[in-house]
């Protein structure tokens, strides 16, 4: 696994709202009156506070530059606030809140109608909903008007409990499965003595199983009010017409007269280090070791973000360096798990089975608690600075980003921590950095393991945290630039503003468009080799591919980390993100990162020992199991073949035996750019890059024969079939129907519909209504359609997780669903449902720069453009229910399903 270190107040869970005074202004929201009573609030780069009569807070962030709105609602409870015998309620109550209320029975039903994308989120602190589409006045007033009701008027019905009860012990269970999500459990629950932070927002199995209705009515009725919220919407809008509707949709929810209970358990000094072990079947070792720390709002909760990603990045991290570069260990990490309360600062190192754990542990340990000795160069602190500002500024460019961020700095008190936070990046300092790690990494502030009785107790004090208005009372807020373009994503639009052209072997796409932040993606395919030139290079393939970025001529691979970073780059050298000013180098960057690999041995060893580690890990894993039979079932290819399902002793055998020379060959064999595609979306200069493309690309030839390698499938049986893994919790159920077809297919329009309305259209699917609102067996499943551009090797699949004891009646109900699906057919509101809400997917599909840059590449790789996507469209809204229900009938066989289960056949008894 890898985890990445986030500042404080970027992403990381945080805490309950502290009141603050808000600065008066004029009641106007661009030159008009503001409705009734709302008050309006600060405003700080785009975005502007109001305060209904009610309490309710309302953020506003309205930006043109995308067709899509995001509706984010943030209550400021989360399972900080459970009781005895509660725990996990704040998560199942979410839950709950999907199930309707009096005006919106059917509420995800009404979000796949749109084509909403929509979730709901429970941590320590906050609990938040989000739906985001495409931008009109009648999603966003039934956004609205939806949330509005369920604030205070959702059903939270026995009923609905009794079902979706075990729906969540389902994913309980699914955690279960994860070496690393069990061990973070059992360092919250060891380190904390008596603070609920000691308790995982999943909740106890026994309690998620127990709830009275009586108890989950009673905790929604005191923490769903206006007053405990706030609403933000962000995106393509109208503010004054918007703050209108809320004020008509919320503001009619009545200022609850009830007082919030008060909190006072402070968890006491750690008087010693502590050690556990959990043991449990699997196939890595992990080392995790976790410190108290302060407050997400304490001066030292900045420098000890800065100190998880000087500890735990890759590759410029010091446990990086020491403990994977040496061989030690495959990987490590760092991250704070902190909120409104004092938390924890944990670091860790994934270990290979069968390599000694206890000298990974006290290096571990030492290096951590070593640091305030030896403090930051400022070569990492810069490095760390700039990260964090990258972070941080992408999301700022971003208004769905920015929703989900700003969740976190609501719990904390005030919505602003988020720019606080980033302006203060420049004012931290090595010598702050060093004495914070000094205050807190100390031996008796630590747990790895046993308590210890000690003479002479060295205990860290957690200092008094200020409130949110004391962090702000210096902070000034800087100006918003909005600099983008109302782009239109329909298909004719997109053919009018792209340029096609042919460069060397490439075929071009060239979408210049003014984006906010002056961003551009890039997607780059290339193409090389044949059936027989790749026959038994599979491993070496992806194995090349995978150190192109660990060492060039010109870089390590540390310096090509802080290279990309300088740049702005997200991604890979295929497809990344820069922007204006950087597009030109970083272009150049990717091209000489694929064009002149060094190959260092050390790092090629890593490599092999993390992708060693890495494929072991699923040795036992139900999904990775149950997957590898499927695939291995209906594989028709010889060993050796690129298109031949390797087995995991099969990999790690290739991956032994692989020789450095290797990879040097087939780089020097089959990369090059005489066949492929490239398609550039965003803020650029088309005919400056143009020459840049010329000059990097136009001239690389690949030396080997190209020849596109098609799929085929293979005449298979039914078959059923369950698999045994021992000691895991949750289980894992896939099965697939393979039949022949293309894209261009004439019946592929009415069976992707079909297969949206059974399984691939969200949690409201023919099949999650059965698994899952109706039976409670699963947690999530749904089924997928695999069609290519160039070969008939199609197949339609069904996947979902169960517990093992619930796999059987999983199989049943999915059968009995199919089988009625191609019996009955699917009815004419379900087929107007699916139209609208996958339409409006594609167009949103379409506003996003990455998706719009890889559909170019995959559109000219077939020779087609985006009047494909226009044509396929209009396809799809022609269909009548009888060719939708008979396509699925001619290519969904029920009795030629081949099901493959994986779960403990002794939880299964």
């Not at 090509?560 to 970073?565: G, Q, R």
């Not at 699963?778 to 619930?806: E, H, K, M």
Request: glycine share 8%; charged share 25%; proline share 5%.
């Amino acid at each position: 696994m890898t985890l990445r270190p986030a500042l404080r107040r970027s992403i990381l869970p945080a805490a309950l709202l502290s009141c603050f005074s808000l600065t008066f202004v004029p009641p106007v929201v661009h030159g008009q009156a503001l409705p009734a009573g709302v008050v309006k609030g600060p405003s700080v780069e785009g975005i502007t506070e109001y305060r209904l009569p009610n309490g309710l807070k309302v953020l506003l962030f309205p930006d043109a530059s995308k067709p899509t709105v995001t509706v984010n609602v943030t209550y400021l409870v989360g399972s900080r606030h459970e009781n005895y015998g509660e725990t996990g309620m704040a998560h199942l109550l979410e839950h709950l809140m999907f199930k309707g209320a009096p005006q919106h029975r059917n509420i995800p039903q009404e979000f796949a109608n749109r084509g909403m994308n929509f979730n709901g989120t429970t941590s320590l602190d906050r609990t938040n909903y989000y739906e985001v589409f495409a931008a009109s006045d009648e999603n966003l007033k039934w956004a609205l008007q939806m949330e509005a009701e369920r604030m205070t008027k959702s059903f939270i019905a026995k009923k609905d409990l009794d079902s979706e009860m075990t729906v969540v012990r389902n994913e309980y269970e699914s955690g279960e499965n994860s070496p690393f999500g069990v061990l973070l459990k059992r360092m919250q629950s060891i380190a904390f003595d008596w603070h609920s932070y000691g308790r995982s927002t999943i909740g106890n199995r026994s309690d998620i199983e127990n709830v009275k209705i009586e108890n989950l009515q009673a905790f929604y009725r005191t923490w769903y009010q206006p007053d405990n919220a706030v609403l933000l919407v962000a995106g393509k809008f109208d503010p004054a017409q918007t703050l209108a509707w809320i004020g008509k949709t919320f503001g009619t929810i009545p200022k609850p007269k009830r007082q919030l209970p008060p909190f006072w358990t402070v968890e006491p000094v750690q008087d010693g280090d502590r050690q556990f072990t959990v043991r449990r079947k699997g196939d890595m070792q992990l080392v995790l070791i976790g410190y108290k720390v302060p407050s997400s709002l304490h001066p030292d909760a900045d420098p000890l973000a800065f100190i998880s990603e000087i500890e735990g990045d890759t590759p410029n991290g010091r446990l990086h360096k020491l403990l994977a570069e040496s061989g030690k260990a495959a990987q490590v990490f760092a991250f704070g798990q902190l909120g409104y309360a004092p938390g924890l600062q944990l670091f860790g190192a994934v270990v290979k089975a069968g390599q000694p754990v206890e000298p990974v542990r006290d290096a571990l340990a030492e290096a951590v608690e070593s640091l305030a000795k030896q403090p930051p160069t400022e070569e990492e602190m810069e490095r760390t600075r700039r990260s964090f500002a990258n972070g941080i500024e992408k999301s700022l460019n971003d208004p769905q980003q920015v929703g989900v961020a700003l969740s976190e700095q609501i719990a904390l008190g005030d919505w602003r921590l988020l720019f606080q936070g980033r302006d203060a990046l420049p004012k931290i300092t090595s010598q702050q950095v060093a004495e914070t790690a000094g205050r807190y990494f100390k031996r008796d502030n630590r747990t790895i393991g046993l308590f210890l009785p000690e003479d002479t107790p060295q205990r860290a004090v957690i200092g008094a945290a200020p409130t949110a208005a004391d962090v702000l009372k210096d902070f000034k807020a800087k100006d918003s630039v909005l600099t983008s373009e109302n782009f239109d994503p329909s298909q004719d639009n997109i053919v009018a503003r792209t340029e096609l052209k042919t460069i060397g072997g490439l075929k071009v796409a060239l979408l210049p468009k003014k984006n906010r932040g002056e961003t551009v993606t890039v997607d780059l395919r290339l193409q090389w080799g044949d059936e027989k030139n790749q026959f038994g290079k599979q491993m070496i393939a992806a194995a090349t591919g995978e150190m192109l970025a660990r060492g060039t001529s010109k870089y390590t691979r540390a310096q090509l980390a802080d290279a990309m970073s300088k740049l702005k780059m997200g991604g890979s050298m295929y497809h990344f993100d820069t922007t204006r000013e950087n597009l030109d180098a970083a272009l150049r960057l990717a091209v000489h990162v694929l064009r002149e690999p060094v190959f260092p041995a050390a790092e090629f060893e890593q490599l092999r020992q993390q992708w060693i580690v890495g494929i072991e890990s699923g040795r036992n894993e139900p999904q990775a199991l149950a997957s590898q039979e499927l695939e291995t079932y209906f594989d028709p290819w010889p060993k050796g073949d690129p298109r031949n399902v390797m087995t995991v002793d099969e990999q790690i055998a290739e991956l032994k035996a692989m020789k450095l020379a290797d990879l040097k060959a087939y780089h020097e064999e089959f990369y090059g750019a005489s066949n492929g595609e490239l398609a550039i979306v965003g803020d650029f200069d088309k005919n400056e890059i143009s020459k840049t493309i010329a000059e990097t690309l136009g001239t690389w030839q690949s030396r080997a024969h190209y020849e596109r390698i098609l799929d085929r499938n293979a005449e298979r049986a039914a078959l059923s079939k369950t698999l045994d893994t021992p000691d895991k919790e949750n289980g894992f159920y896939t099965a697939r129907v393979n039949f022949a077809m293309k894209m261009d297919d004439p019946d592929y329009p009415a069976l992707e519909l079909a297969n949206y309305i059974f399984g691939d259209g969200g949690l409201k699917s023919r099949l999650m209504d059965r698994i899952r609102q109706k039976d409670g067996l699963s947690y999530g499943g749904g089924s997928g359609l695999s069609v290519n551009d160039f070969d008939t090797a199609a197949n339609f699949s069904i996947n979902a997780i169960a517990a093992p004891q619930n796999l059987k009646k999983l199989d049943g109900a999915i059968r009995e669903e199919l089988a009625l699906a191609v019996q009955k057919g699917f009815t004419p509101a379900e087929v107007a449902g699916a139209k609208s809400g996958l339409l409006q997917q594609r167009m949103q599909n379409r506003s996003r720069d990455g998706v719009l840059a890889s559909g170019w590449t995959a559109l000219m790789d077939r020779g087609d453009t985006y009047a494909w996507s226009k044509r396929h469209e209009e396809r799809l809204k022609a269909l009548t229910v009888e060719q939708v229900n008979a396509t699925f009938r001619k290519y969904i066989d029920p009795a030629k399903l081949v099901v493959v289960m994986a779960g403990d056949k002794d939880k299964a008894k």
